[in-house]
């Protein structure tokens, strides 16, 4: 059974650079499918950020292009997430996933918390 | 502003049916066959309930089905038990490997 594991800073400072790692076990990354980052504003709803694929090309949320990168390390079984010049609505409970296909998340990440302040 | 829309809450008692409604459009939810439906208890990751508009993961009750019309989905709660209050977002795929969200839906089991 996959399972994911986001891990990273849990605050960052305005106009610096948010970055996460997903580690999956379970589930070789270079078998295929599609990883993708997901993020909840507290007490808001879901954003889909971004999605990459196994061999390397990646989708980005409109709104969020120019600041996102999205890269993938299958020698670690891991994916990653970079978010530049942050500001405080940027801070949310960031998800990692699992995009079956690349239609649906269906496995996620417990979720972890970035807090955007100085 | 969510890309899908749902509307804030829905509430039924125990036993009782509860369907919400999830509204996008042809580049979405009317042009794909990949609308899923997630529940999330507080503190807690999404966890998929439907997918593919009507399939049902391994583990997840027969009370909860999935249809679509046109550029509308819905998912319905049967039965509605306790343990069934959370909330619930729909999301679909909207063509070259992006995915849009609904708001989400707080059901209440009154």
């Known amino acids: 059974q996959v399972q994911l594991q986001e891990s990273g800073p849990g605050l960052v400072r305005p106009s610096e650079t948010l970055s996460l790692t997903c580690s999956v076990t379970?589930?070789?990354?270079?078998?295929?499918?599609?990883w993708g980052w997901l993020r909840q504003p507290p007490g808001k709803g879901l954003e889909w950020i971004g999605t990459?694929?196994?061999?390397?090309?990646?989708s980005h949320n409109p709104s969020l292009k120019s600041r996102l990168t999205i890269s993938l390390d299958a020698s670690k079984n891991q994916f990653s997430l970079r978010l530049s010049s942050v500001t405080a609505a940027d801070t949310a409970v960031y998800y990692c996933a699992r995009v079956w296909g690349a239609y649906y998340p269906d496995s996620w990440g417990q979720g972890t918390l970035v807090a955007v302040s100085s | 502003q969510s890309a899908l829309t749902q509307p804030p809450s829905a509430s039924g008692s125990p036993g009782q049916s509860v369907t919400i409604s999830c509204t996008g459009t042809s580049s979405d939810v009317g042009g794909y066959k990949y609308v899923s439906w997630y529940q999330q208890n507080p503190g807690k990751a999404p966890k998929l309930m439907i997918y593919e508009v009507s399939k049902r993961p391994s583990g997840v009750p027969d009370r909860f089905s999935g249809s679509k019309s046109g550029n509308t989905a819905s998912l319905t709660v049967s039965g509605l038990q306790a343990e069934d209050e959370a909330d619930y977002y729909c999301s679909s795929y909207a063509g070259s490997n992006k995915v849009v969200f609904g708001g989400g839906t707080k059901l209440t089991v009154l």
């Open positions: 379970g589930y070789s990354i270079s078998s295929g499918n599609y």
């Open positions: 990459i694929y196994h061999g390397g090309s990646a």
